[in-house]
């Protein structure tokens, strides 16, 4: 059974920072290309960032590019979203992805991926 699940949301303000966790089980970060993406309300979930399979390669969306990095701690089986400089703009649910098998699509897109997180709140205010 796979499973994803998504932690370190909160409430910050503008120019803070937050560190977005993603627990997984039933896959290994070294097989599977994972990623972060986000939703706002009425918008189209979107790419945040994505990493490739043993985390030799990096993607991100252009409007996070220098803010936010994405890692892994395969010991600890957890993907990470470092988000710093939040803006207000930054404000969605994030969600946790990864791919069904050994996978590197580069820019995150929804469609290459296959398992799901419920998602974790992140609200910036100015």
């Known amino acids: 059974q796979v499973q994803l699940v998504e932690s370190g949301g909160g409430s910050v303000q503008s120019g803070g920072s937050l560190r977005l966790a993603c ?6 970060s ?8 986000r939703q706002a309300p009425g918008n189209e979930r979107g790419g945040v960032a994505s990493i490739s399979p043993g985390g030799g390669l990096t993607s991100y969306a252009d ?11 395969n010991a ?3 993907v990470y979203l470092q988000m710093n400089s939040l803006k207000p703009e930054d404000s969605a649910m ?4 990864a791919t069904k098998g050994y ?8 469609t290459h991926y296959y398992y799901w997180g419920q998602g974790t709140q992140v609200t910036v205010s100015s």
């Not at 627990?23 to 290994?28: A, I, P, V």
């Not at 409007?63 to 701690?73: K, N, Y």
């Not at 994030?94 to 992805?97: E, L, N, Q, S």
């Open 30 to 37: 070294n097989s599977n290309s994972m990623a972060w993406f």
């Open 103 to 110: 996978s590197w699509y580069g820019v995150p897109q929804a």
């Open 76 to 78: 600890k089986n957890t």
């Open 94 to 97: 994030y969600y946790c992805a």
């Open 23 to 28: 627990e997984y089980s039933g896959l290994t």
């Open 63 to 73: 409007s996070v590019r220098g803010r936010f990095t994405i890692s892994t701690d």
